[in-house]
């Protein structure tokens, strides 16, 4: 601890006021004060104006210590420390009712998910001007200007009509900049965001740190929590990386990142996916069983993975009237195409009245053993795509073929056969469990589903065992329910799920965007395993342009519902021919 205290005091020359002041912080929970810490010895300095970024896996202690410093560490916690001072004032000791008077006004706070942390029965307006009615004495009309001034400094476009709406109304990106204007109203000193962009795409993802940059240039302080290494590169001045509890390096962002000492920083910085090749193993074996580099893998004879092609093709545009795109050349050339979607037409009543067009035009091909990457922003159609190839949604025109076999427009009785051939790894696998059921039980509803019954308890567990292992997973998560995995535990679970039924064919829709990088690093490696070891042809679909450019060997930029840029990954990302894909290119935060 005092090693690390005196490291901040070394980085922290400002001669004001420190807006933030952390001195051997440690937390814990259930425990006696004292005994078993989540929270370590946590000590650290915040200059006005300037950005410290807390890095680290999940669990590593980074919310908790962000939480702790706004006195919400939760109940039946602890908290011990010398010193945490918020613009010059102590927040020790005090009372739930003393800490509502300073939330707000001296410390803001910007949550992850703005669709949980505004109420969908109340306008954003009143969200916003809550903090104003409670902290100071202006009149309903004042706020209500106030209000109204905060969403436009925050780029929340219209807000004459704004205040209005609800959260459900709202994109992704706007309901975070209500939070943000919500968190700035009474100008605190301080403030703290917590996954501030995670799962928003690029375009959003820049429009967000745009703003925070605003905010520090205005001599806002600002601890950004983030898994997000590129995030934390573009605005941080500091990087915190936290470990079981600790802090394990700390120095200037520049230092951190360009000269790591830590290994834990190394780890977070190797598992990067942006810039590094196809094939590149982004994690650590996790054991002495796990496969080696699988860039040094023999390709062997089962469908291999496209070598990088060095010919001058170049992307192809979809025309701008829509008209289908032309037959795309693939990496290879030769192999089979075991799914292909044609003129794809999907539209969706409007609440008001009309439709929208969510998908229109869209034509693709997968061959064996590839990976075919969808990208695009939130909106842009990626998802109604891959439920359309999934066929759990009939096209308004258009066809999907799985193995040369009419899979869409059919009943279901008619592709009952090729349902097996598909398989599906989704964002949240949390959501798409029965939370009652344990690992066991999923794994083998999805066997015995398989094999119709048929297979005996032997054959049911043996197969259980087989996916576990496919996936590097100890026999003992089979009696957990899936609530109490992690992330990566979770996501390697239904990737078992979805090998069950032995598929030629993974729809990948966002598997890794709420993972940390180390534990993304390990799910991208596993899936690049198991294409390897089964010949699988992966669609992944991402709005994160690294994995797209770590996974695909071709890659489909989609917008307003088109595909309206696809080819090679290497060209499409070397020499984008589309001004969408540029901007999208542009828009990437890189270490």
Same mark, same amino acid.
């Given at each position: 601890?005092?090693?690390?205290?005196?490291?901040?005091?070394?980085?922290?020359?400002?001669?004001?006021?420190?807006?933030l002041r952390v001195r051997n912080v440690s937390v814990g929970f259930g425990r006696p004060v004292g005994e078993d810490p989540v929270v370590s010895g946590?000590?650290?300095?915040?200059?006005?104006?300037?950005?410290?970024?807390?890095?680290?896996?999940? *669990?590593?202690?980074?919310?908790?210590?962000? @939480?702790?410093?706004?006195?919400?560490? +939760?109940?039946?916690?602890?908290?011990?420390?010398?010193?945490?001072?918020?613009?010059?004032?102590?927040?020790?000791?005090?009372?739930?009712?003393?800490?509502r008077r300073r939330r707000g006004r001296d410390v803001g706070l910007v949550l992850q998910d703005a669709l949980v942390s505004l109420d969908p029965l109340?306008?954003?307006?009143?969200?916003?001007?809550?903090?104003?009615?409670?902290?100071?004495?202006?009149?309903?009309?004042? #706020?209500? #200007?106030?209000?109204?001034?905060?969403?436009?400094?925050?780029?929340?476009?219209?807000?004459?009509?704004?205040?209005?709406?609800?959260?459900?109304?709202?994109?992704?990106?706007?309901?975070?900049?209500?939070?943000?204007?919500?968190?700035?109203?009474?100008?605190?000193?301080?403030?703290?965001?917590?996954?501030?962009?995670?799962?928003?795409?690029?375009?959003?993802?820049?429009?967000?740190?745009?703003?925070?940059?605003?905010?520090?240039?205005?001599?806002?302080?600002?601890?950004?929590?983030?898994?997000?290494?590129?995030?934390?590169?573009?605005?941080?001045?500091?990087?915190?990386?936290?470990?079981?509890?600790?802090?394990?390096?700390?120095?200037?962002?520049?230092?951190?990142?360009?000269?790591?000492?830590?290994?834990? $920083?190394?780890?977070?910085?190797?598992?990067?996916?942006?810039?590094?090749?196809?094939?590149?193993?982004?994690?650590?074996?996790?054991?002495?069983?796990?496969?080696?580099?699988?860039? /040094?893998?023999?390709?062997?004879?089962?469908?291999?993975?496209?070598?990088?092609?060095?010919?001058? %093709?170049?992307?192809?545009?979809? %025309?701008?009237?829509? #008209?289908?795109?032309?037959? /795309?050349?693939?990496?290879?050339?030769?192999?089979?195409?075991?799914?292909?979607?044609?003129?794809?037409?999907?539209?969706?009543? #409007?609440?008001? *009245?009309?439709?929208?067009?969510?998908?229109?035009?869209?034509?693709? /091909?997968? @061959?064996?053993?590839?990976?075919?990457?969808?990208?695009? %922003?939130?909106?842009?159609?990626?998802? $109604? $795509?891959?439920?359309?190839?999934?066929?759990?949604?009939?096209?308004?025109?258009?066809?999907?073929?799985?193995?040369?076999?009419?899979?869409?427009?059919?009943?279901?009785?008619?592709?009952?056969?090729?349902?097996?051939?598909?398989?599906?790894?989704?964002?949240?696998?949390?959501?798409?469990?029965?939370?009652?059921?344990?690992?066991?039980?999923?794994?083998?509803?999805?066997?015995?589903?398989?094999?119709?019954g048929a297979s005996s308890t032997r054959s049911v567990h043996n197969r259980i065992d087989e996916l576990l292992d496919s996936v590097h997973l100890p026999?003992?998560?089979?009696?957990?329910?899936?609530?109490?995995?992690?992330? +990566?535990?979770?996501?390697?679970?239904?990737?078992? @799920?979805?090998?069950?039924?032995?598929?030629?064919?993974?729809?990948?829709?966002?598997?890794?965007?709420?993972?940390?990088?180390?534990?993304?690093?390990?799910?991208?490696?596993?899936?690049?395993?198991?294409?390897?070891?089964?010949?699988?042809?992966?669609?992944?679909?991402?709005?994160?342009?690294?994995?797209?450019?770590?996974?695909?060997?071709?890659?489909?930029?989609?917008?307003?519902? @088109?595909?309206?840029?696809?080819? /090679?990954?290497?060209?499409?990302?070397?020499?984008?021919?589309?001004?969408?894909?540029?901007?999208?290119?542009?828009?990437?935060?890189?270490?």
């Amino acid at each position: 601890t005092t090693g690390e205290a005196r490291m901040t005091d070394d980085l922290a020359a400002p001669a004001s006021v420190p807006a933030l002041r952390v001195r051997n912080v440690s937390v814990g929970f259930g425990r006696p004060v004292g005994e078993d810490p989540v929270v370590s010895g946590v000590s650290f300095d915040v200059a006005p104006g300037t950005c410290l970024a807390i890095v680290g896996e999940s *669990g590593s202690g980074k919310s908790v210590t962000a @939480r702790t410093l706004l006195g919400l560490s +939760g109940p039946g916690s602890w908290v011990q420390a010398d010193e945490i001072t918020v613009a010059g004032k102590s927040v020790l000791g005090l009372s739930e009712r003393e800490w509502r008077r300073r939330r707000g006004r001296d410390v803001g706070l910007v949550l992850q998910d703005a669709l949980v942390s505004l109420d969908p029965l109340r306008p954003i307006g009143r969200e916003v001007a809550d903090s104003l009615r409670l902290h100071t004495t202006l009149g309903a009309a004042e #706020r209500a #200007r106030r209000v109204r001034a905060l969403l436009a400094s925050v780029g929340l476009p219209d807000p004459e009509s704004k205040v209005r709406q609800r959260s459900g109304e709202l994109s992704g990106g706007q309901r975070q900049r209500v939070l943000i204007a919500s968190a700035i109203a009474l100008a605190p000193p301080l403030l703290i965001a917590d996954e501030p962009t995670t799962a928003l795409d690029v375009t959003v993802q820049a429009q967000v740190l745009d703003l925070l940059e605003e905010l520090k240039a205005t001599g806002t302080a600002l601890v950004l929590v983030s898994h997000d290494l590129a995030v934390v590169a573009r605005i941080a001045d500091q990087i915190a990386v936290m470990s079981g509890g600790r802090i394990v390096e700390l120095g200037t962002a520049d230092t951190v990142l360009r000269a790591p000492s830590h290994r834990e $920083t190394k780890r977070m910085l190797s598992a990067v996916p942006a810039d590094k090749g196809r094939g590149v193993r982004l994690s650590a074996p996790e054991h002495p069983d796990a496969p080696p580099d699988v860039s /040094q893998v023999s390709q062997g004879d089962a469908a291999p993975l496209a070598l990088p092609v060095t010919t001058d %093709e170049r992307p192809t545009i979809a %025309e701008p009237d829509g #008209r289908p795109l032309a037959e /795309q050349p693939y990496s290879s050339g030769k192999r089979e195409v075991v799914l292909e979607a044609s003129g794809l037409l999907k539209r969706f009543p #409007r609440p008001g *009245g009309g439709t929208h067009v969510a998908v229109k035009n869209v034509s693709f /091909q997968l @061959r064996r053993g590839e990976t075919l990457g969808i990208v695009g %922003e939130s909106g842009s159609g990626k998802t $109604t $795509t891959a439920r359309l190839a999934l066929a759990l949604t009939a096209p308004d025109a258009g066809e999907v073929r799985l193995l040369g076999e009419q899979f869409s427009g059919v009943p279901e009785r008619r592709r009952r056969h090729l349902r097996s051939m598909l398989g599906a790894v989704y964002q949240d696998p949390l959501s798409s469990f029965d939370p009652r059921l344990t690992v066991g039980e999923v794994l083998g509803d999805a066997v015995r589903g398989e094999a119709a019954g048929a297979s005996s308890t032997r054959s049911v567990h043996n197969r259980i065992d087989e996916l576990l292992d496919s996936v590097h997973l100890p026999r003992v998560v089979l009696g957990r329910r899936p609530l109490v995995l992690s992330g +990566g535990q979770r996501q390697r679970v239904s990737i078992a @799920r979805a090998l069950a039924s032995r598929p030629i064919v993974l729809v990948c829709d966002e598997p890794v965007s709420a993972l940390d990088v180390t534990v993304q690093a390990r799910v991208l490696d596993l899936l690049d395993e198991l294409q390897r070891e089964l010949a699988l042809s992966l669609l992944f679909i991402s709005h994160d342009l690294g994995v797209i450019q770590h996974v695909s060997d071709n890659v489909a930029v989609m917008q307003g519902g @088109r595909i309206v840029e696809t080819g /090679q990954t290497r060209r499409v990302f070397d020499d984008p021919a589309h001004p969408y894909t540029r901007t999208l290119l542009s828009s990437v935060p890189r270490l």
